[in-house]
């Protein structure tokens, strides 16, 4: 188990950007996949972005293929999501979580859960 804590979330006009980081404690983050997932009021957690152990791979949901970006930094412990050209659609509560299942994108795979950070896009 990892312990996660998102940060960087806010108010921000359609068009703009946010950066939201995930710092994670213990020994062994360098082993976990990182997703970043979010939730809309009345509706299901649903998958952002994953990136493998070595960040040598990343993979998206297709409604924010081209505008966000998973990025790590194992010697920090931390992930980041960089949103870019934000939509009101976009606006959700946004969890980081870690994974032992390489390439996965099913929420049940991921252990660890941070508290989430509130996303609000308005137009």
């Known amino acids: 188990q990892v312990q996660l804590v998102e940060s960087g979330g806010g108010l921000v006009q359609a068009g703009g950007s946010l950066r939201l980081s995930c710092v994670a404690s213990g020994r062994t983050f360098s082993r976990y996949v990182m997703g970043w997932f979010r939730q809309a009021p009345g509706k299901e957690r649903e998958f952002v972005a994953g990136i493998s152990w070595s960040a040598t791979s990343a993979y998206y949901a297709d409604s924010v293929t081209g505008r966000f970006t998973i990025l790590r930094d194992n010697s920090k412990k931390t992930v980041y999501l960089q949103m870019n050209s934000l939509k009101p659609e976009d606006t959700a509560v946004y969890y980081c979580?870690?994974?032992?299942?390489?390439?996965?994108?099913?929420?049940?795979?991921?252990?660890?859960w941070g508290q989430g950070t509130q996303v609000t896009v308005s137009s």
């Open positions: 979580a870690a994974s032992e299942i390489r390439g996965t994108q099913a929420t049940d795979d991921f252990g660890s």
